[in-house]
């Protein structure tokens, strides 16, 4: 199913410095201003090139809109569900939000806990077929947070 990201932009509240879009009014965030290229610039073309395999993935799976910050980026649909925190050498490494712990120790190098239902599962990719059938399923499990589906059945 995909996601109409301009029918549930409206329902969203965006903030007046930055303009990003937020499920809650006056939610907590950096209005810090950062552009993907700024993110991408001078980082090694492997790890660039695993980035942008990991988005088309993603954008395979649906609709989302990407948030630059100095630090990372991260995806959302209605709320933020993914994010790509580093572009090492030879490497991505990001995480998915998840509502439950997997311990799959080939996908994940660590899960952190925040709250009863937001778990945090961090990985690495070091090539494209890192991208397994199982790690798409937990994208699709974390898109599915970003549309809030764990909220709002």
């Not at 990201?5 to 903030?15: A, D, E, G």
């Not at 649906?62 to 993914?82: C, E, G, V, Y």
Request: charged residues 30%; hydrophobic residues 35%.
């Amino acid at each position: 199913m995909k996601f109409n990201l301009r029918k549930n932009v409206r329902q969203m509240w965006t903030c007046p410095e930055c303009k990003q879009l937020f499920i809650n009014k006056n939610q907590w965030h950096s209005c810090a201003q950062n552009t993907l290229e700024n993110f991408l610039r001078g980082k090694p073309e492997k790890s660039v090139e695993l980035f942008h395999c990991f988005i088309d993935t993603y954008k395979q799976i649906s609709d989302f809109r990407l948030h630059p910050a100095k630090t990372r980026i991260a995806l959302a649909a209605k709320m933020r569900f993914a994010s790509v925190n580093r572009l090492g050498k030879d490497f991505l490494g990001g995480h998915l939000v998840l509502t439950q712990h997997y311990t799959d120790e080939l996908c994940f190098h660590r899960v952190d806990q925040f709250g009863e239902r937001v778990f945090v599962h961090n990985f690495r990719l070091y090539d494209q077929h890192d991208l397994t059938e199982k790690f798409k399923d937990y994208m699709k499990k974390a898109y599915s947070v970003g549309l809030r589906e764990h909220i709002e059945r």
